[in-house]
């Protein structure tokens, strides 16, 4: 039973966009859009960590990004609070050899049988982090290696607390999604391509502002019970996430920089005024960019650590 943890349309995740507003990225890739949020401008930052179909009570499983979980042998889902989200049987070996935790299950959502290769390369990375060469890729990139270093931690060998539904929370890796392990691994083996360039930037761009945001107290995602709207149909209700349209409502995950479009546009529609600082070209700025959020934040009201 996936959910949706945010934007209200994800569902255009590689369509780089050069604005703020409504489109899809993730640890998560593929989306189902969401009924509450509209497409207004900031809907969506970004979507790297899957977990973001509707978590429902019924129906099949081919949502988008959900994949054909029962085949993956999908066992259930640590839940920290009362609403477990799925409970299966296991029916086959999961893809990749990273141990699981104590219910089997080892990402926010076991990965979709077409992520299958790159669940096993996130495997061989938290097994071995050095499978990414962070100075092949900072020089390849012309990112900064502590960015680099920063990310690889945050993405790939850190459990997160992500918010999955109304009182439920699963620790748990960033589900693997396939085009953020083939752009790991063009970017440490050459130079890469205007497109994939823009891709990459606005990836690491959001991933290295999230963990700063994590670090700094705010949860990846906040539960609370107006953030999120039920739904019913025929075939299965549950829960959409609702986009916050308050700053207090703000999670690091919809704070930090679009993977989608770039930048920080969407920070309007939660009621932020944008920093007045761009990101630069290889990210050079990208700390001073951290620090004008934080002190929007604060201004805001916003306790930082």
Do not use: C
Not at 15 to 31: E, F, K, Y
Not at 226 to 234: G, M, S, T, V
Not at 239 to 248: D, H, L, T
Not at 259 to 265: H, S, T, V
Request: net charge negative.
């Amino acid at each position: 039973m996936p959910v949706s943890k945010h934007s209200p349309d994800e569902s255009a995740s590689h369509t780089p966009d050069a604005g703020g507003g409504s489109d899809h990225t993730s640890g998560a890739g593929h989306i189902t859009e969401a009924r509450s949020g509209g497409n207004g401008p900031g809907s969506d930052p970004s979507t790297p960590h899957k977990g973001d179909s509707p978590i429902g009570t019924g129906g099949s499983h081919d949502l988008p990004g959900t994949g054909d979980l029962d085949s993956l042998g999908h066992t259930g889902d640590d839940v920290v609070g009362h609403e477990s989200v799925r409970h299966d049987s296991e029916t086959s070996p999961l893809p990749g050899n990273s141990e699981a935790r104590p219910d089997g299950a080892r990402y926010v959502e076991e990965p979709a049988l077409e992520d299958a290769q790159a669940a096993r390369f996130y495997d061989e990375v938290r097994a071995n982090p050095d499978v990414l060469d962070i100075n092949a890729i900072s020089s390849n990139t012309g990112i900064n290696t502590q960015v680099l270093d920063r990310v690889r931690s945050h993405f790939f060998l850190t459990k997160h607390l992500v918010t999955q539904g109304p009182d439920a929370t699963h620790l748990a890796y960033f589900t693997p999604r396939g085009d953020l392990a083939d752009i790991w691994q063009a970017a440490g083996q050459r130079s890469l391509s205007p497109e994939e360039t823009m891709k990459f930037e606005r990836y690491i761009a959001h991933e290295y502002m999230e963990s700063h945001l994590i670090e700094a107290g705010v949860p990846y995602l906040r539960d609370e019970p107006h953030l999120w709207e039920h739904f019913q149909n025929p075939d299965e209700s549950g829960y959409y996430r609702a986009w916050p349209r308050e700053p207090s409502d703000a999670g690091a995950h919809e704070l930090a920089a679009s993977e989608n479009r770039g930048g920080l546009n969407h920070l309007r529609s939660m009621g932020f005024d944008v920093p007045n600082v761009e990101l630069t070209p290889n990210l050079s700025n990208i700390d001073e960019v951290v620090a004008a959020v934080f002190q929007e934040l604060r201004s805001k009201g916003i306790d930082l650590k």
